[in-house]
Each structure stands twice: as C-alpha cells, then as structure tokens.
C-alpha cells in the first residue's frame, strides 16, 4: 500500500499581492506604517493563508481523503472507517519553472484524520513548507507553517471549526540576486505573521467566510507603507469582514479587499 497526497503548491501568483501592495518608492526615509494599512494587510493575508493560497492544506478541500492506492492492484481503496486514525507524515520537495518564475518548494507534511464513531469528520495537519526563488524583478522566499485542528460541525462538511496556529512569512529582495539566507538586507521588503486561532466557525460553502471566533496576531514588516512591529486581535464577524484591533484602535476590515473602517 501507499498514500499519494495531493500538497497545494505555494500558489505563486499570490505573491503579487505583496509585490504590488509593497513596491519600493524609492531612497525616502523609512516611516513607520500605520496599525490602518497594517489591519488590513493582516485581514487579507489571514484569509489567504487558510485558503492555501500560499501553499500547505487548503480548507477548501474539505475533509476529505487523500488517495489510498493499493500498490499491486492500483486501485483506489476508498473504504471511510479505513481511514480513522490514518496519519501521513512526509517530505515534500520540487521545482516550479514557469514564465520567469522558478522556485523550489520543499518542506514537511503531515496529516491525521480524527473520527467519530468510525466516521471521518476532522483532522489535525502540521505542514512546514518553503518555497524559495526568482521572478525578473524579485527574489522570494515565503514559508507558511500550519498547526490546527478542523473539525465538522454538520454531516455535509460545509461547516467546520479551526483550532491552533499559523504562520505566514513573506521575504523580497528586489533585483535579480537570490537570498543567500533569510536576512534582512537593506533592500528587502518583508511581512511576516504568526496567528494563535481560538473557536473559529468557518462556512466553506461560503467562500471560507469566518463566521465566528478571535485570535491573536503579531505582525512584522517592512514595505513602502513603511516599517512595524505590531500585535493585536480579530475578531471576526461573518461576511468576509472582522474587527481587527491594534494598539488599541479598532478596525473593520474587508477579509477580501483590504479595505479598512475606522471604527
């Protein structure tokens, strides 16, 4: 017997959302950005992040089984209470080369189904994956960690619960030179995220819209709204929009535009 798991890539093109959104302005002084541009920043990373956007398990897949393939017959064994307990635990690691973008993708994943009854209806998943490379105008290197608890909340699976952490790390460097390591150089535009997810209520049907739950973030970057270091909270109110807090100044923020309201 052996497992083919299907690992979301680091979805590429989702990196324009930093490139865009960070693009240099030139030699002026660094400022420090606001905790507004920062919330909403925050907002529409998380939602990427979650929906595997930038690679790792993606909630849109739902709670689902991989392919389990009997390795004589090559057929699919697709027998439920098989899988109640079932962990995969291996190494990812390939290449992308596609319109000027090439990268290496490589890291851990693992995955466990948990049940009730003899019934899958959750998992816990621990990925570490990066994913390092060049564009023509930039290098990169984002590294997404994911350590969280899925459990469905109805028989149909539309509706789950999200329990741990996740971290969303994003490095540039403009020019056409590779990082040597993750250092910071003078040059590089960066936004790194570390979430700790409390009860959340999640409606796949619906886009992945949060329905209901908190959690807590720090925030780290350096981008042409200028440089920070923040933490804060969101507390998220159904329809892809949540109030996101930081130092004190509350926000409501759009999970899929960005656009932030001061509250």
Not at 117 to 145: C, E, M, R, W
Request: charged content about 15%; overall charge positive.
């Amino acid at each position: 017997m052996k497992v083919t798991v299907k690992v979301v890539a680091a979805a590429l093109l989702s990196l324009v959302f930093f490139y865009v959104a960070c693009k240099k302005s030139g030699d002026a002084p660094i400022k420090t950005a606001s905790t507004k541009d920062v919330a909403g920043l925050v907002g529409v990373d998380f939602a990427k992040a979650v929906a595997g956007n930038y690679g790792g398990v993606s909630l849109n897949d739902g709670i689902k089984a991989p392919e389990i393939l009997n390795s004589s017959t090559k057929k699919i064994l697709n027998s439920p209470n098989s899988l109640c307990g079932l962990t995969i635990d291996t190494t990812v690691k390939y290449t992308y080369n596609q319109g000027g973008t090439k990268s290496v993708i490589s890291g851990r994943f693992v995955f466990t189904f948990t049940c009730s009854s003899t019934i899958p209806d959750g998992y816990k998943v621990f990925t570490n994956i990066l994913n390092a490379g060049k564009t023509p105008q930039y290098a990169f290197i984002y590294t997404v960690v994911q350590a969280y608890k899925v459990q469905a909340l109805n028989a149909q699976y539309s509706k789950v619960s999200l329990d741990g952490t996740l971290r969303s790390f994003g490095d540039f460097k403009y020019g056409n030179q590779p990082f040597v390591d993750t250092t910071f150089l003078a040059n590089s535009i960066y936004q790194h995220q570390n979430y700790v997810m409390h009860n959340l209520v999640i409606d796949v049907a619906n886009n992945l819209d949060v329905i209901s739950g908190t959690a807590t973030f720090t925030s780290k970057g350096r981008n042409a709204f200028g440089k920070w270091e923040y933490i804060g909270t969101i507390e998220y109110k159904g329809n892809h929009k949540a109030i996101i807090t930081i130092n004190g100044q509350a926000y409501d923020v759009d999970l899929i535009t960005g656009v932030v309201t001061p509250i």
